[in-house]
């Protein structure tokens, strides 16, 4: 094989399969070149990935320049199945000394954890540091690395040493690695050290501190970062460094105010707010611990390949992430209590999101039984002519670990299918095209293969012109499905770029340009039923904003920053800026540095620029307080915000806002838990305010299993207040029980349900009254089921079920492909089942079901053609149709849509995105269904095929229906 | 009703993805105030969109692609590109160990990321940061995978230029 086919890229992700690995492997062997390359990109690629810019991310080891990245160049492979304890030694070269070591472990897939380090003889300089790598499970090909990473310069490598659990020193290739170019040794002659104090003059301040453990004694080679909060614009470098075996770090400079964060892995995380010169203590707060296990529901073997991550808000604890091994075990450490959701995503088995129960610095034991999930198989097809499609890709959405292979033939196959997947098909010729599975377990359609049928859809043109209908060369342009699908098309060199689109796309779509000197306006492309269709995006002459910002003195701002609406821009050395691309008009700008600021309004002039002379940053002010429930105790977890910009909040509850003008009225923002308070009208200036919340009300419960069943793994709430959109801060935990706090007193529905496993989600309202708590409980049932089929006279035409629970007006939709639709896990009761087609005419016909627990309820249904009657009478008269049993027709959905969309035309087309407009359009609809208009005609549209009776008042008359007829009747 | 319902799902899929969004961010753009307003942005478009998303890619999946497409407007912005990282100005009055010492704030594997294309630097961040696969790094971006390939390559290959591996 040559280096030609060699996909080094792809072998190293893990995305080749066995055959193509094997060839790569052999080629590797006998080429060094293709060697070489394949431990630069390895390299690059742990660098990239141990990379951590600090600020919430932050966790592990500094990212101390390039020493961690030529780490990864001495990656060893674990044969599969042996779990290592590996211990070493990182000695130096005579001479040398090193003031930090760090080891880390590259698990394949996941991310470098660092490893437990002493540094020998306690001291800040050492001549060599012990470390052992944690005694865990590895997957098969787990890649162990260690990287030697050191703070100062004076020395960044060194040799290293890694022994196995055994004791034997071979296992993990050759023994002793010698780790980076000694040409790299930096010489420290004559330098500053690191305890002496910073020269005068220099315009920086160092920073000193200590990181204690919960109990207080010093915490050694705790992770120490340092960020400038977000306002700080240009200044926001992160650094980060460990502290010694006393638990001291110090951080050459800091110029601004700051935020240090320390972490220790299994021992906690702290975090604080600081000015320059200060000296910190960080006392650590503790970590919680899982250790788990995922198995096999049926027969109880281990889930290998598994990631499990835990994503964790507020302060610096950022995310944990593993995967099983071939034991099925994982362990996350570290871990807030309170937000830690772990998110369990196999690859043939059903996703989970579990909450554990934590306490800080426990550890917690965890099995889980996942269920597996079926597989779907489905073929493409061309909706015209049937013929199977050449697929270039089938996208599978939700999972990064499933994965969809291509069968020829228009075939592929998804392993692992589960409740709301979403595939995208994408084939030549062909416009990407989504389908999704609202009920992929259910029986019905489980066990066929599935037929998806696309369509060559409508080619757009787009073309970019300005006012003079000139092209407008380097447009990027890119198409918006009304908020729901987003392609970028890139830049069209000559302004022309050409895209399908599904056809029957139901909703509008968008086009956008985007121009330094040009403005565009979103573009709405209304939908074509096929063929080419040309998009003319008219941009307008931008205009152009210029200025200078200076300092109270007069002093050039150097790295202000400028806001103009979304474009952004920085004064340079000289304190001038310019801002181009901007909509003509009048416009706020805001200009600001540090903590001082100036906001003022301009007129822009199209194609022109605009000098705004010089803009003085005022202010310098704080805003500081503490949030506090109506009982007056302090809230510790919320948000904060004043005038678009984040607030930091203190680990004792207060807050900051800086970068306040003086002067100013601000409306500062508060949301905890689901409250949401806004305080107007605070004056800028250095001032502290308490905001008291209105209310704090708190609902707690449990999901009740029925007997002698266990809560099943994907149970999963939501909470809402009807008719109100309230945020409900829900937690919810694997025994089920569950807090929703901080909320406004009022009435709420809970859900909760666990439809993967087959119980249907149930429902429970409950009223919780200001400051209190109120308990609900929610009675989980096994669902039932129904399936069965739709019978339509048109081929390939889209149908789908929906089912609606009589009761409650709940419903629940399912896609027929094939004829065949199914749903499982209903709530027992009694329904109606209606088949739905978008085609004109064309009427689906409706059936009771009666759902039982555990039971599959059979339901044929069909599509017929549909007649219409038209009927001449009084004007204003009241009519009614009635069927030949006498009771009253319902009108049908098709009746309403037609009657709403004429209403629309008649009144321009209002906003129908604002629920009341449409509303208020469906009731006048309503009355149209049941009233003769003005001319004395009335209408019924799509109407199944039979007689009907037409009531006027007291007079009856009898009218037969066709199907693809309308029918006439004089009632004058 | 399924607009508030949908409008309170996003908000706490927002919230459990914020810290992902803005490590993403960080990553990518090298300024943490950039990445907060790229995650507010992403917030804003996808709040503002929800009374259109239909559920045809799963929720997370559909704010990534949001927040892909804000990434790749705040990269490609060129008001945006202007913008110099003022930590890196020079600082002449310091000798050679604070220099080195100062390498905890002079982050090379930093300036390397930062210098790549903006193309390169989204799917290297996607597939490094994220784990993303290639054919999910492709439906995210809206490229085919050769083309994820060959970026993740190029971006790899200057990486290690860059940092002299």
């Given at each position: 094989?040559?280096?030609?086919?060699?996909?080094?890229?792809?072998?190293?992700?893990?995305?080749?399969?066995?055959?193509?690995?094997a060839?790569?492997?052999?080629?590797?062997?006998?080429?060094?070149?293709?060697?070489?390359?394949l431990?630069?990109?390895?390299?690059?690629?742990?660098?990239?990935?141990?990379w951590?810019?600090?600020?919430?991310?932050?966790?592990g080891?500094?990212?101390?320049?390039?020493?961690?990245?030529?780490?990864?160049?001495?990656?060893?492979?674990?044969?599969?199945g042996?779990?290592?304890?590996?211990?070493?030694?990182?000695s130096?070269r005579?001479?040398?000394?090193?003031?930090?070591?760090?080891?880390?472990?590259?698990?394949?897939?996941?991310?470098?954890?660092?490893?437990?380090?002493?540094?020998a003889?306690?001291?800040?300089?050492?001549?060599?540091?012990?470390?052992?790598l944690?005694?865990?499970?590895?997957?098969?090909?787990?890649?162990?690395?260690?990287?030697?990473?050191?703070?100062?310069?004076?020395?960044?490598?060194?040799?290293i040493?890694?022994?196995?659990?055994?004791?034997?020193?071979s296992?993990?290739?050759?023994?002793t690695?010698?780790?980076?170019?000694?040409?790299e040794?930096?010489?420290v002659?004559?330098?500053?050290?690191?305890?002496?104090?910073?020269?005068?003059?220099?315009?920086f301040?160092?920073?000193?501190?200590?990181?204690?453990?919960?109990?207080?004694?010093?915490?050694p080679?705790?992770?120490?970062?340092?960020?400038?909060?977000?306002?700080?614009a240009?200044?926001a470098a992160?650094?980060?460094?460990?502290?010694?075996?006393?638990?001291?770090?110090?951080?050459?400079?800091?110029?601004?105010?700051?935020?240090?964060?320390?972490?220790?892995?299994?021992?906690?995380?702290?975090?604080?707010?600081?000015?320059?010169?200060?000296?910190?203590?960080?006392?650590?707060?503790?970590?919680?611990?899982?250790?788990?296990?995922?198995?096999?529901?049926?027969?109880?073997?281990?889930?290998?390949?598994?990631?499990?991550?835990?994503?964790?808000?507020g302060?610096?604890?950022?995310?944990?992430?593993?995967?099983?091994?071939?034991?099925?075990?994982?362990?996350?450490d570290?871990?807030?209590?309170?937000?830690?959701?772990?998110?369990?995503?196999?690859?043939?088995h059903l996703?989970?999101?579990?909450?554990?129960?934590?306490a800080?610095?426990?550890?917690?034991?965890?099995?889980?039984?996942?269920?597996?999930?079926?597989?779907?198989?489905g073929?493409?097809?061309?909706?015209?002519?049937?013929?199977?499609?050449?697929?270039?890709?089938?996208?599978?959405?939700?999972?990064p670990?499933?994965a969809?292979?291509?069968?020829?033939?228009?075939?592929?196959?998804?392993?692992?299918?589960?409740?709301?997947?979403s595939?995208?098909?994408?084939?030549?010729?062909?416009?990407?095209?989504?389908?999704?599975?609202?009920?992929?377990?259910?029986?019905?359609?489980?066990?066929?293969?599935?037929?998806?049928?696309?369509?060559?859809?409508?080619?757009?043109r787009?073309?970019?012109?300005?006012?003079?209908?000139?092209?407008?060369?380097?447009?990027?342009?890119a198409?918006?499905?009304?908020?729901?699908?987003?392609?970028?098309?890139?830049?069209?060199?000559?302004?022309?770029?050409?895209?399908?689109?599904?056809?029957?796309?139901?909703?509008?779509?968008?086009?956008?340009?985007?121009?330094?000197?040009?403005?565009?306006?979103?573009?709405?492309?209304?939908?074509?039923?096929?063929?080419?269709?040309?998009?003319?995006?008219?941009?307008?002459?931008?205009?152009?904003?210029?200025?200078?910002?200076?300092?109270?003195?007069?002093?050039?701002?150097?790295?202000?920053?400028?806001?103009?609406?979304?474009?952004q821009?920085?004064?340079?050395?000289?304190g001038?800026f310019r801002?181009?691309?901007?909509?003509?008009?009048?416009?706020?700008?805001?200009?600001?540095?540090d903590?001082?600021?100036?906001?003022?309004?301009?007129?822009?002039?199209?194609?022109?620029?605009?000098?705004?002379?010089?803009?003085?940053?005022?202010?310098?002010?704080?805003?500081?307080?503490?949030?506090?429930?109506?009982?007056?105790?302090?809230?510790?977890?919320?948000?904060?915000?004043?005038a678009?910009?984040?607030?930091?909040?203190?680990?004792?509850?207060?807050?900051?806002?800086?970068?306040?003008?003086?002067?100013?009225?601000?409306?500062?923002?508060?949301?905890a838990?689901?409250?949401?308070?806004?305080?107007?009208d605070?004056?800028?200036?250095?001032?502290?305010?308490?905001?008291r919340?209105?209310?704090?009300?708190?609902?707690?419960?449990?999901?009740?299993?029925?007997?002698?069943?266990?809560?099943?793994?994907?149970?999963?709430?939501?909470?809402?207040?009807?008719?109100r959109?309230?945020?409900?801060?829900?937690?919810?935990?694997?025994?089920?029980?569950?807090?929703?706090?901080?909320?406004?007193?009022?009435?709420?529905?809970?859900?909760?349900?666990?439809?993967?496993?087959g119980?249907a989600?149930?429902?429970?309202?409950?009223?919780?009254?200001?400051?209190?708590?109120?308990?609900?409980?929610?009675?989980?049932?096994?669902?039932?089921?129904?399936?069965?089929?739709?019978?339509?006279?048109?081929?390939?035409?889209?149908?789908?079920?929906?089912?609606?629970?009589?009761?409650?007006?709940?419903?629940?939709?399912?896609?027929?492909?094939?004829?065949?639709?199914?749903?499982a896990?209903?709530?027992?009761?009694?329904?109606?089942?209606?088949?739905?087609?978008?085609?004109?005419?064309?009427?689906?016909?409706?059936?009771?079901?009666?759902?039982?627990?555990?039971?599959?309820?059979?339901c044929?249904?069909?599509?017929?053609?549909?007649g219409?009657?038209?009927?001449?009478?009084?004007?204003?008269a009241?009519?009614?149709?009635l069927?030949?049993?006498?009771?009253?027709?319902?009108?049908?959905?098709?009746?309403?849509?037609?009657?709403?969309?004429q209403?629309?035309?008649?009144?321009?087309?209002?906003?129908?995105?604002?629920?009341?407009?449409r509303?208020?359009?469906?009731?006048?609809?309503?009355?149209?269904l049941?009233?003769?208009?003005?001319?004395?005609?009335?209408?019924?549209?799509?109407?199944?095929?039979?007689?009907?009776?037409?009531?006027?008042?007291?007079?009856?008359?009898?009218?037969?229906?066709?199907?693809?007829?309308?029918?006439?009747l004089?009632?004058? | 009703?399924?607009?508030?319902?949908?409008?309170?799902?996003?908000?706490?899929?927002?919230?459990?993805?914020?810290?992902r969004?803005?490590?993403?961010?960080?990553?990518?753009?090298?300024?943490?105030?950039?990445?907060?307003?790229?995650?507010?942005?992403?917030?804003?478009?996808?709040?503002?969109?929800?009374?259109?998303?239909?559920?045809?890619a799963?929720?997370?999946?559909?704010?990534?692609?949001?927040?892909?497409?804000?990434?790749?407007?705040?990269?490609r912005?060129?008001?945006?590109?202007?913008?110099?990282?003022?930590?890196?100005?020079?600082?002449?009055?310091?000798?050679?160990?604070?220099?080195?010492?100062?390498?905890?704030?002079r982050?090379?594997?930093?300036?390397?990321?930062?210098?790549?294309?903006?193309?390169?630097?989204?799917?290297?961040?996607?597939?490094?940061?994220?784990?993303?696969?290639?054919?999910?790094?492709?439906?995210?971006?809206?490229?085919?995978?050769?083309?994820?390939?060959?970026?993740?390559?190029?971006a790899?290959?200057?990486?290690?230029?860059?940092?002299?591996?």
């Amino acid at each position: 094989v040559s280096c030609e086919g060699i996909r080094l890229g792809p072998y190293l992700d893990g995305e080749l399969d066995a055959g193509e690995r094997a060839d790569v492997d052999a080629h590797l062997g006998e080429c060094r070149a293709c060697a070489e390359e394949l431990r630069a990109i390895t390299a690059a690629s742990a660098a990239v990935k141990a990379w951590r810019p600090g600020r919430r991310g932050f966790r592990g080891l500094p990212l101390v320049a390039a020493a961690a990245a030529l780490v990864a160049a001495a990656l060893l492979v674990v044969p599969g199945g042996l779990a290592p304890r590996a211990e070493g030694v990182v000695s130096l070269r005579a001479g040398e000394r090193v003031r930090h070591a760090g080891v880390r472990e590259y698990v394949a897939g996941g991310l470098a954890r660092p490893a437990e380090i002493e540094c020998a003889g306690g001291t800040l300089f050492a001549s060599h540091a012990r470390f052992r790598l944690e005694d865990r499970p590895m997957r098969t090909r787990t890649k162990v690395g260690a990287a030697v990473v050191a703070t100062a310069a004076v020395v960044l490598w060194g040799t290293i040493e890694i022994s196995d659990r055994a004791g034997g020193r071979s296992t993990l290739g050759e023994g002793t690695h010698e780790i980076g170019p000694p040409a790299e040794v930096v010489e420290v002659e004559g330098g500053r050290g690191a305890e002496e104090p910073p020269p005068p003059g220099d315009p920086f301040e160092a920073v000193t501190g200590v990181v204690l453990m919960p109990d207080g004694s010093p915490a050694p080679e705790a992770s120490v970062a340092l960020t400038y909060p977000a306002q700080y614009a240009g200044g926001a470098a992160d650094q980060a460094t460990i502290s010694d075996t006393e638990g001291r770090f110090r951080f050459a400079s800091a110029a601004k105010p700051f935020i240090l964060a320390a972490v220790k892995a299994r021992a906690g995380a702290a975090s604080g707010y600081f000015t320059p010169g200060a000296h910190a203590v960080l006392r650590l707060r503790a970590g919680a611990r899982v250790e788990g296990r995922l198995l096999d529901e049926v027969d109880g073997t281990p889930v290998a390949g598994c990631l499990v991550s835990s994503q964790m808000t507020g302060g610096v604890w950022g995310h944990a992430r593993e995967v099983t091994g071939a034991d099925g075990r994982f362990v996350l450490d570290g871990l807030d209590p309170d937000a830690s959701t772990l998110w369990i995503r196999p690859r043939a088995h059903l996703d989970a999101v579990v909450r554990p129960r934590l306490a800080r610095g426990e550890t917690v034991a965890l099995e889980l039984r996942l269920q597996r999930a079926a597989a779907l198989r489905g073929k493409v097809v061309d909706a015209g002519t049937g013929a199977p499609v050449a697929l270039l890709e089938v996208e599978v959405w939700g999972n990064p670990q499933r994965a969809a292979r291509l069968l020829g033939d228009g075939r592929f196959e998804v392993e692992g299918q589960r409740f709301g997947t979403s595939i995208v098909v994408r084939a030549e010729g062909y416009p990407d095209t989504g389908f999704s599975f609202d009920d992929p377990w259910g029986s019905a359609t489980r066990a066929r293969e599935q037929v998806f049928r696309i369509d060559r859809g409508v080619l757009l043109r787009l073309r970019a012109r300005d006012e003079r209908d000139r092209p407008i060369a380097g447009t990027r342009i890119a198409l918006l499905r009304a908020g729901s699908y987003w392609r970028d098309l890139g830049t069209a060199e000559d302004g022309d770029a050409t895209v399908r689109i599904p056809s029957a796309s139901p909703r509008e779509w968008l086009a956008l340009g985007q121009h330094p000197g040009h403005v565009f306006d979103q573009t709405p492309i209304s939908p074509a039923r096929a063929g080419e269709a040309v998009v003319p995006l008219l941009g307008r002459a931008a205009g152009t904003v210029v200025g200078r910002v200076v300092v109270k003195d007069g002093r050039p701002a150097a790295g202000a920053r400028i806001d103009v609406g979304q474009a952004q821009g920085f004064a340079l050395e000289d304190g001038r800026f310019r801002l181009g691309g901007l909509a003509p008009g009048r416009a706020a700008i805001r200009a600001l540095l540090d903590d001082e600021a100036a906001s003022f309004e301009a007129d822009l002039r199209a194609g022109e620029e605009t000098d705004v002379g010089d803009v003085v940053l005022r202010g310098g002010a704080t805003i500081t307080g503490f949030v506090t429930r109506p009982d007056g105790l302090r809230v510790e977890r919320y948000e904060v915000w004043a005038a678009q910009r984040g607030g930091a909040v203190d680990a004792d509850g207060s807050f900051r806002l800086t970068g306040v003008e003086e002067g100013r009225a601000y409306e500062v923002n508060v949301r905890a838990g689901g409250m949401t308070k806004a305080v107007l009208d605070v004056l800028g200036g250095t001032q502290s305010l308490e905001i008291r919340l209105d209310d704090w009300a708190t609902i707690r419960g449990r999901v009740i299993m029925p007997e002698g069943e266990a809560v099943p793994v994907g149970l999963s709430m939501g909470c809402g207040s009807p008719g109100r959109p309230v945020f409900c801060d829900t937690r919810l935990y694997m025994d089920g029980s569950f807090v929703v706090e901080g909320i406004p007193a009022g009435r709420y529905t809970v859900t909760a349900g666990a439809e993967e496993s087959g119980y249907a989600r149930t429902e429970a309202t409950v009223e919780v009254e200001a400051l209190g708590t109120a308990e609900v409980e929610i009675r989980l049932v096994r669902g039932g089921a129904v399936e069965g089929t739709v019978s339509s006279p048109l081929p390939g035409e889209k149908l789908m079920v929906t089912l609606t629970r009589t009761d409650s007006g709940a419903t629940r939709n399912s896609a027929v492909r094939d004829g065949v639709f199914g749903l499982a896990a209903l709530a027992p009761g009694e329904y109606v089942a209606e088949a739905r087609t978008y085609e004109a005419h064309f009427r689906g016909t409706r059936q009771a079901v009666v759902v039982r627990s555990g039971e599959t309820a059979r339901c044929d249904l069909a599509v017929v053609a549909t007649g219409g009657l038209v009927v001449r009478a009084t004007p204003g008269a009241a009519l009614a149709l009635l069927d030949a049993l006498g009771n009253p027709v319902d009108p049908s959905t098709e009746e309403r849509r037609a009657l709403s969309q004429q209403l629309w035309e008649a009144k321009g087309r209002p906003d129908v995105r604002e629920k009341s407009a449409r509303e208020a359009l469906e009731a006048e609809a309503d009355r149209a269904l049941s009233a003769a208009d003005g001319q004395g005609l009335w209408r019924r549209l799509a109407l199944f095929p039979g007689e009907y009776v037409v009531a006027a008042g007291e007079l009856r008359c009898r009218a037969v229906v066709r199907a693809g007829e309308t029918t006439e009747l004089d009632l004058r | 009703v399924r607009v508030v319902v949908q409008r309170i799902e996003v908000e706490r899929v927002l919230r459990a993805l914020e810290p992902r969004l803005r490590g993403l961010a960080l990553r990518t753009l090298g300024k943490a105030a950039d990445a907060d307003d790229v995650v507010q942005e992403v917030a804003l478009r996808a709040l503002a969109g929800v009374d259109g998303f239909r559920g045809e890619a799963a929720l997370p999946t559909w704010i990534y692609r949001i927040a892909v497409a804000v990434l790749g407007d705040w990269m490609r912005s060129p008001f945006r590109r202007r913008a110099r990282p003022l930590a890196e100005r020079p600082d002449p009055g310091r000798g050679p160990f604070d220099a080195a010492a100062a390498g905890e704030e002079r982050d090379l594997v930093r300036r390397a990321v930062l210098r790549l294309p903006a193309e390169q630097r989204l799917v290297l961040m996607l597939r490094e940061y994220e784990g993303m696969a290639y054919r999910e790094i492709a439906a995210v971006l809206g490229i085919p995978i050769g083309t994820v390939e060959s970026r993740l390559h190029a971006a790899r290959r200057r990486v290690a230029r860059e940092l002299s591996l």
